[in-house]
């Protein structure tokens, strides 16, 4: 596609519900990255792909989070029992590959854990 | 731990007034520092630097790195509303792909 595209762009779900997050690349890039940007903070980075291999997965918060990229392309971002903590605007980002910095980023999904 | 600190926190200006702004980091394994824009939610990237000493410049908005003293500073120029946002720094290394992001810098620009 044209963009680093989103969905959902915003997602209110109850403390202990599950939630998927996805992620889909702009065609071609085989760089993918997850970060999450809680109010008034900078970007923490979670997770980032190389094709379907994740060789950082290290900002991953805890096992309740987990990610997945299929195909090269769609990535999956899963977040189990969710807590309020886990409320924040999660960004996905490409690049045409592996330490290109010019990232391009999705306009992110705003998640609220109530 | 790695840490990038920026500063101001938050800046409110007039058009037209020229604005520095820090990022200053603490990490091992450095490779690039990156600046970025956010406006609403998808940041934009500004600059990519490497080398220490020389400066990059696109249109109003010029940045410079200092590895020995371990920072950063990005300049606009005769300010325009359009200029408002957070401005992101952020540092790049050798063994991962991650970036580690400063808090920002809310610049805010008022005619």
């Known amino acids: 596609g044209a963009g680093v595209s989103q969905s959902p762009s915003n997602k209110v779900t109850e403390k202990g519900k599950d939630v998927e997050l996805r992620c889909d690349p702009i065609?071609?890039?085989?760089?993918l990255y997850w970060y999450r940007q809680s109010l008034g903070q900078g970007l923490e980075f979670l997770i980032y792909?190389?094709?379907?291999?994740?060789?950082?997965k290290s900002g991953l918060p805890s096992d309740r989070f987990s990610a997945e990229r299929t195909g090269g392309s769609v990535s999956t971002l899963t977040i189990q029992r969710t807590q309020q903590e886990d409320s924040a605007v999660y960004l996905c980002?490409?690049?045409?590959?592996?330490?290109?910095?010019?990232?391009?980023f999705g306009s992110g999904t705003r998640l609220t854990v109530v | 731990e790695d840490k990038v600190v920026q500063s101001p926190l938050s800046l409110v200006v007039h058009e037209g007034d020229t604005v520095t702004l820090n990022c200053s980091y603490e990490?091992?394994?450095?490779?690039?520092l990156l600046w970025y824009k956010q406006e609403k939610k998808a940041p934009t990237f500004l600059f990519m630097l490497?080398?220490?000493?020389i400066e990059k410049k696109s249109g109003r908005l010029s940045s410079i790195l200092d590895k020995k003293e371990l920072f950063s500073i990005l300049n606009i120029t005769a300010t325009q509303t359009g200029d408002s946002a957070i401005y992101l720094c952020?540092?790049?290394?050798?063994?991962?792909?991650?970036?580690?992001f400063g808090t920002g810098t809310r610049l805010q620009v008022f005619p």
């Open positions: 792909f190389q094709g379907n291999s994740a060789p950082d």
């Open positions: 990490v091992t394994n450095f490779r690039s």
């Open positions: 490497t080398s220490s000493g």
């Open positions: 980002a490409s690049s045409p590959r592996q330490g290109s910095y010019g990232y391009t």
């Open positions: 952020a540092v790049a290394f050798y063994n991962t792909d991650k970036l580690i």
């Open positions: 065609s071609g890039h085989t760089a």
